[in-house]
C-alpha cells in the first residue's frame, strides 16, 4: 500500500517558464508558461485513434480537460478530433474545459495565440495540413522577451471555440460531483503541483468512482504519481493514459513501449 510520504512530488518542476510569455492585447505580460499549440508531450491523432476504437459503440461521451490554462490544449485537442474522426466526433462534442485560475480562463475564451514555427509545424502535421481551418492568422501582437522568436499571432477559428464550454473550476471538489462513466479526464502536467494529501484525495475520489468506461490521460511531468494510480486499481493501458478495469487479474492488455502499441 502506498501512503502519502511515498509520493516522490517534484515541487520544483516549472514548465519552462522561461520560454514562452503569455501578453494581453497591449503587449503587458499575464503570465509565463510553456503551454503550447499540440504540445510535444502527447500526439493527439494516435490519443484520438484510441479513443474512437474504445469508445466506438457509446453514443455519447463526456469529454472534461482539468488545468486547461490558457485554453490551447484544448483547442489543440478539439480541432485534431474534428479533423481525425469529422462527423464520428459529435459524441465527444462539447468539450468542458475548467481552471482554478481565472486569468487563464479569461485568456482561453479570448483565443488569441502568438505561435513559434515548431509549434505551427507539429500543429499542421496533427492537422494533416489544414492548420488555418482552425486557427485564422492575424496581425502579430509581438513580445518583449528577446528570448521569444514568435512567428505567427493566431485566433480561433469561431466555430471551433463555440464547441469548447470554458469553467472556473477546482478539480476536486469537480470530481465529487462528476459522474465518470463513459467521461474521458484530462488531469494533465499539474499533479506535481498539488500537496500530497490532495495528490492522494484526487486519487482516491477517480478509483471510487470510475469504472472501465472511465478513461484518465495524464502527463509527462505527472510520472510520479503512477504507482499511486497503480495502488488504486488503474492500469497503464496506453502511455499515459490510464482505465480501471472490471477485473484487474484478467485485463490482458499491456502496454508495449518499444513497439508503442496495445496488445
Known amino acids: 500500500m502506498i501512503t502519502p510520504a511515498e509520493i516522490k512530488l517534484n515541487n520544483s518542476i516549472i514548465f519552462g517558464t522561461f520560454f514562452r510569455n503569455v501578453e494581453s492585447e497591449d503587449g503587458k505580460i499575464v503570465y509565463r508558461g510553456d503551454t503550447a499549440i499540440c504540445r510535444n508531450d502527447i500526439y493527439f491523432p494516435d490519443v ?27 483547442y489543440s485537442f478539439l480541432s485534431v478530433l474534428l479533423a481525425q474522426l469529422k462527423e464520428k466526433a459529435a459524441k ?33 502535421e496533427s492537422l494533416n495540413g489544414n492548420f488555418y481551418m482552425f486557427f485564422e492568422p492575424m496581425p502579430s501582437l509581438g513580445s518583449k522577451d528577446p528570448r521569444l522568436k514568435y512567428t505567427k499571432t493566431v ?29 474521458i479526464l484530462f488531469a494533465r502536467n499539474f499533479w506535481p503541483y498539488l500537496p500530497t494529501n490532495r495528490v492522494v484525495e484526487l486519487a482516491d475520489l ?7 468506461s472511465f478513461t484518465l490521460i495524464i502527463g509527462d511531468y505527472d510520472r510520479v504519481i503512477v504507482d499511486l494510480l497503480r495502488d488504486k486499481g488503474f492500469v497503464e493501458i496506453a502511455e499515459n493514459i490510464f482505465e480501471k478495469p472490471k477485473n484487474l487479474e484478467y485485463d490482458s492488455r499491456i502496454y508495449d513501449y518499444e513497439y508503442n502499441s496495445i496488445y
Open 206 to 212: 477517480l478509483s471510487e468512482k470510475a469504472d472501465n
Open 48 to 74: 484520438i485513434d484510441f479513443l474512437d476504437n474504445k469508445y466506438k459503440n457509446t453514443s455519447k461521451v463526456n469529454v472534461v480537460m482539468h488545468a486547461c490554462s490558457d485554453g490551447e490544449e484544448a
Open 155 to 183: 485566433k480561433v477559428e469561431h466555430s471551433l471555440k463555440s464547441l469548447v464550454k470554458f469553467k472556473q473550476a477546482d478539480i476536486i471538489e469537480d470530481v465529487k460531483h462528476m459522474d465518470l462513466k463513459n467521461t
Open 92 to 124: 465527444f462534442l462539447p468539450l468542458d474545459a475548467r481552471d482554478i485560475d481565472l486569468n487563464h480562463l479569461r485568456l482561453a475564451k479570448r483565443g488569441i495565440y502568438n505561435i513559434t514555427k515548431s509549434e505551427y509545424e507539429i500543429a499542421n
